[in-house]
């Protein structure tokens, strides 16, 4: 049977030009665009100038410190807490469809919508968090006002959202482990620790590997839960890169907001595929 | 055994509590203030509210020449339109990727799998937007969309497309159909699962999509749903029981669709997931 005939090349060609066109063709002149500057119509070329800005100015590239810091974090954090959720809720307790309903939700609200609501509850003065910390005699921080603090407070606000999809995989990777490991691991007399340990754990790394590369890559990529709760505020303090992408546009540097924009394709590639490559290799198969 | 069986209850109870406490006590927040008068609601308590203000929700639904309206409609354009947009083009592009394996194919392939990766580059973006015209309208902003999109789409297609046997396009094929008419008679239909899979995540995606919209469709009449909210964080920030009134407003589409949905949405998203 002739495969290029029934498989015709031209069912391709719409989904290619739209994609060629809004996505690579953008992607490739931004190297470009990077080196000058412009306002959408002329542009003068001016070499390295934009970089050389970016990382010579703190309050530009503070931003990569932050991003890495905030995709690091979250996607750790997510990792442990989901492992432990998705322990939980395979074993055999009853209401676990309703937690798993209950868990799975913040996901589908818009991180507008979840940095509106935890803005108020983190408020420094009347902000639930604080009152509950104020009834057991803990006098509350400041979470989104306190430099220190406030881009560890919207990581928590990240992973509390994100939580989910890494708990479903988990979920969906333990369910397919094979009963008669545990069978084994019960007649040597193996512990729930250790069952946990050597059994589940490295039968899980797929899904782990892939936890970790999801939520790493949109931690890189993260804006709108960012911008909702502080604006890259107080200060430079939860700036990353795509809010200074956003900002250098809003303030008129185009350029220089481009840049930014290659740099986090930079940071990407550097950090997501080879991450890829080495987790992949570590894999077990069941 | 007994022991056992009190465990998981014990389980079961401090699962629930701490479940509630830490994922709906928020929402719950949200909505008890939602429904205060302003002076109740800026003190941001957790209690009932002692006047129940049903008006709220009226008055966030007229704020600013029912501007909330504008962007309900905006919203279900731009998400309806990119979702029609993408099961054409992506059903198409993944039966043929997953069918063929020669160098052309493999190189759209590669090209399109970078997409799942990298973010999209923004102003150069409004750039080619502008150069043909559609920079501020809905189809520049449902092409946008679209693109980025498409690696995702394209995959889910793919990895369907795996589990149905190439035989039935050889007997088509030898009984005289064309090629299109093996793709949208025979294919199309059996891709059914994968394409409900594909209508629910991708709606979720572009109906709570904020940054796209920010950037490509700016201006008042454009506004989607995400953006009302996002100005109604400025112009509201001291009455937050319009503020809530109105992030309940846009939820609660999404709250059905998981009411409806629920296994649905949670097995396409790890179908999703494990195979990215």
Redesign the interface.
Known sequence: ?N???????W??V???V??????????V??LF?SLTVWD?KSFTFCGLDNYKTFFSERSLSISVRNTLIYAVLTSGLKVIIAFFIAL?LT?????KD????????????????VG???K??M?PS???FN?VLAAIGISGPNWLGDTNLALFSVVAVDV?KGVS?ST??F??GITSIDSSYYEAASIDGATRWQTIRNIVMPLVRS?TN??I??SL?GGL?C??LI??MTKGGPGFATDVL?SV??KQ?AAGF?GL??AG??I??AV??II??PLQKFLNSREVYN | MKKQKRLTLLGDILGCIFGILIFAVPFLFMLVNALKDRRGANLLELSFPETWMWENFKEVFSANNYQILTAFKNSIILTVGSLIVLIIVGSMAGYVLQRRSDRPVKIVDTLVMTGLMIPPAILPTIWVMQGLHIYKTMFGMIMVETALQIPFTIMLYKGFMNTIPVELEEAGYIDGCTREHLFVKIIFPLLKPVTSTIIILNAVTIFNDFTNPLYFLPGNDNVTVQLTLYNFMGRYSSSYNLLFADVLIITIPMLILFLFFNKKIVDGMVAGAVKG
């Open positions: 049977m495969k290029k005939k029934i498989y015709s090349l069912f391709l719409p989904a290619v739209i994609f060629v066109v809004f996505f690579i063709i953008p992607m002149t931004s665009f959408l939980f074993s055999k307790i009853k209401t309703f937690l798993r309903s209950l868990v799975f939700f913040p996901n589908l609200v818009s991180a507008v919508a509106i609501i935890f108020a509850l408020h009347k902000g639930l009152t509390w999809i479903v995989i979920i969906a899904s892939t936890i590369t999801l890559i990529r804006f709108d911008w909702a795509a992408v956003y546009y185009f907001s481009t924009n290659v986090m394709f990407i590639a997501a595929f």
